[in-house]
């Protein structure tokens, strides 16, 4: 079963917007975010609006929302993780995730390679494009 929750105040202390510009930081209204363990590590996944990009698990494509991989963070402690507040998921986005355990971290797989592979070779636009624009240039100790 997939792990709804909502990052911390800790967690956003320690990545502050000015320093980390692509970790989606909305204090008044905060992204839920999937929990997903791969090879030891946990990520969480933000469920976002106006996806324009082909690194999502659409949950509403018609409406743009879904898991924006490009922006998956590593859970470094347990204290990154509010657990004073309940996420709450529109219907129909829940019911399109259930069951999909294997894809969302079959997914997050595909999307770290890729990256990795971009990392590589950023004379090309589109690797320089996508390594700008991902959360994982943060955390590439992790991954």
Request: aromatic content about 12%; some cysteine.
């Amino acid at each position: 079963m997939n792990k709804f929750v909502f990052l911390s105040k800790e967690f956003y202390a320690r990545h502050k917007e000015q320093q980390h510009t692509e970790i989606e930081q909305k204090q008044d209204r905060p992204y839920i975010q999937v929990c997903v363990e791969i090879d030891g590590v946990q990520y969480a996944i933000p469920m976002r609006s106006h996806i324009k990009h082909k690194f999502v698990l659409w949950t509403d494509k018609k409406n743009g929302c879904g898991l924006d991989f490009s922006k998956a963070v590593v859970i470094e402690s347990s204290k990154d993780i509010d657990d004073t507040k309940t996420p709450y998921i529109l219907d129909n986005e829940f019911a399109s995730l259930i069951g999909k355990e294997y894809i969302i971290e079959t997914k997050l797989r595909k999307y770290i390679k890729k990256y990795k592979e971009a990392k590589k070779d950023l004379s090309l636009d589109r690797n320089r494009n996508l390594c700008n624009f991902s959360t994982l240039q943060y955390f590439e100790d992790y991954i």
